[in-house]
């Protein structure tokens, strides 16, 4: 059985930082894309950054030119670095993979339970 375990939220003061991690444990072969997500209060879940297998980035306006998203393909490990962080940058954050617990498997879209990032003015 597969999860996805976020870590890194919690409070935080307005121009801040943050880093987030998310890690893949249990039976996978294969991690495809990656992504953060998060969900205000009230407002839908929007994505932040997503980052391929290769590498490549990208990410969404709120979270451009603040944001960096990293992974490790060796440790199935995603991060998050978040920098000048704002109060409308609170949320709960959710890491995303697309991957496969068997090469003679399609792969499906995990989840993680999300981790509370609160910014504080």
């Known amino acids: 059985q597969v999860q996805l375990v976020e870590s890194g939220g919690g409070l935080v003061q307005v121009g801040g930082s943050l880093r987030l991690s998310c890690a893949a444990s249990?039976?996978?072969?294969?991690?495809?894309?990656m992504a953060w997500y998060r969900q205000a209060p009230g407002k839908q879940r929007e994505l932040v950054a997503t980052i391929s297998s290769y590498g490549t980035a990208n990410y969404g306006d709120s979270a451009k030119g603040r944001f960096t998203i990293s992974r490790d393909n060796a440790k199935n490990t995603m991060s998050l670095e978040m920098n000048n962080l704002t109060p409308e940058d609170t949320a709960v954050y959710y890491c995303?993979?697309?991957?496969?617990?068997?090469?003679?498997?399609?792969?499906?879209?995990?989840w993680g339970q999300g981790t509370q990032v609160t910014v504080s003015s």
């Open positions: 249990g039976s996978v072969a294969m991690v495809n894309d």
């Open positions: 995303h993979a697309n991957l496969r617990v068997s090469v003679f498997r399609r792969a499906d879209d995990y």
